[in-house]
Structure formats: structure tokens, C-alpha cells
């Protein structure tokens, strides 16, 4: 069965550097979610991505998060200076049926 | 607006005991209805869902889930727990290609 693949699986970054998620949606799916999981919380919702722009967008997702598709395949997060409360795991999501990647693991420091 | 609720946050069973996890929903359609399980650390593995058709759905591991519209309920069931089947278990909805909403999970802990 196709999967949904993340790397890295476990970024470590310093405080207000950038980082960049990646992820391979499965091939011939249209769109494309990211979601966050803080430590020993729910899965949040963060943003969606139709037709190469931002369909939804949840209030999580301000100024300091970018998603973009830069190569008609990879399906990118980028978080821009970093916090200590952006430590997460991040998971990509490819629809019907709602298929996530295994996530990445960010740990801010 | 759209929600789903797991009212147990956490549940303990003995191990070969049967188990049921509540879910609530509440959307203006009937929405897709699945359930995830995530052990620590580890991703969301999808153990069913629910589209349409049969209100009886059968997932992975020997789980299963009923859909009542009456309810609003998406309850998940297994009739003999395992000791492995301890983890995290998050119900979930969504309409049409809207993102997916989460519960805010139950923590399974299984006895030996």
C-alpha cells in the first residue's frame, strides 16, 4: 500500500534557527496536510494544501510557518526562528483514505 | 462547530477482557468517521474506518467500530484485549476532503 514518507525522523535544532520538514505524499493525491502533536497532547490540525496554495490554515499556523511544493513531489514545512514550544512531532497527511507519514520528531533547544 | 470528543481519557483493562472506546461526534453532516492508534513515540497507524454503508466496520487487529447516527457515536471495540494493545487511541472526522479533526485521545493501559 502506498505510504506517506517524512524525514527527517528526528530534527534537533538550536532556538530561532530554521527548520524544514519534508514529506512524499503519495503520488496522484491532490492534498496534502500537515498537523502537530505537542508531547502527551491531541493531533492538531495546522494546514492544508490544494493545487499548489494554502487551502485552510488553523490559528497555529502564523507568519513563522511556510508550506511549499518545490518540486512537484516533496511537500515541505518550514518554520522559520524557531521556539522552545515548536517542539513537536510533526506529521504530513495524504487524503482519502487519511494516510499520515510516520512524522518528524523536532526538538527545539 | 465541528468536534470530536473521547470523554475517557484514560481506561485500564485486564489483559483477555473486552474494551470499548467512546467517540463522539458532532458535525452538520455525517462525517468520515476513523480511529488511529498511536504507541509512544511512534506514528498514527489508521485501525478503521467508516465512510458509508455497514455501521459495523472492522479494522486491523481484531478491532471494530460502530457508527450510530442516532448517537452520534463512533465507539470502538475488541472483544479480547492483548497486552500490546496498550497506547493512545484517537478517534477522528472529517467531511469531503476538510481536513481531519481529532478527539483528544484515550490512554489504553492493558493488566496483565
Known amino acids: 500500500e502506498p505510504e506517506v514518507t517524512q524525514t527527517p525522523s528526528h530534527q534537533v535544532t538550536q532556538m530561532g534557527q530554521e527548520v524544514i520538514l519534508r514529506c512524499v505524499p503519495i503520488s496522484n493525491h491532490l492534498y496534502f496536510y500537515w498537523y502537530r502533536q505537542i508531547l502527551g497532547q491531541k493531533v492538531e490540525f495546522l494546514v492544508s494544501?490544494?493545487?499548489?496554495?494554502?487551502?485552510?490554515k488553523s490559528e497555529i499556523f502564523d507568519d513563522q510557518f511556510s508550506v511549499e511544493r518545490p518540486d512537484g513531489s516533496n511537500f515541505t514545512l518550514k518554520i522559520r526562528s524557531t521556539k522552545l514550544e515548536d517542539s513537536a512531532m510533526y506529521f504530513c497527511?495524504?487524503?482519502?483514505?487519511?494516510?499520515f507519514g510516520d512524522g518528524t520528531r523536532l526538538s527545539i533547544l | 462547530a465541528q468536534s470530536v470528543t473521547q470523554p475517557d481519557i484514560h481506561i485500564t483493562v485486564s489483559e483477555g477482557a473486552s474494551l470499548e472506546l467512546r467517540c463522539n461526534y458532532s458535525y452538520g453532516a455525517t462525517p468520515y468517521l476513523f480511529w488511529y492508534v498511536q504507541s509512544p513515540g511512534q506514528g498514527l497507524q489508521l485501525l478503521l474506518k467508516?465512510?458509508?454503508?455497514?455501521?459495523l466496520v472492522q479494522g486491523i487487529k481484531g478491532f471494530e467500530a460502530e457508527f450510530k447516527r442516532s448517537q452520534s457515536s463512533f465507539n470502538l471495540r475488541k472483544p479480547s484485549v492483548h497486552w500490546s494493545d496498550a497506547a493512545e487511541y484517537f478517534c477522528a472526522g472529517k467531511t469531503s476532503y476538510d481536513k481531519v479533526i481529532f478527539g483528544p485521545g484515550t490512554s489504553l493501559s492493558v493488566i496483565p
Open positions: 497527511a495524504s487524503i482519502q483514505p487519511q494516510h
Open positions: 494544501f490544494y493545487n499548489n496554495e494554502i487551502s485552510e
Open positions: 467508516y465512510f458509508s454503508g455497514d455501521t
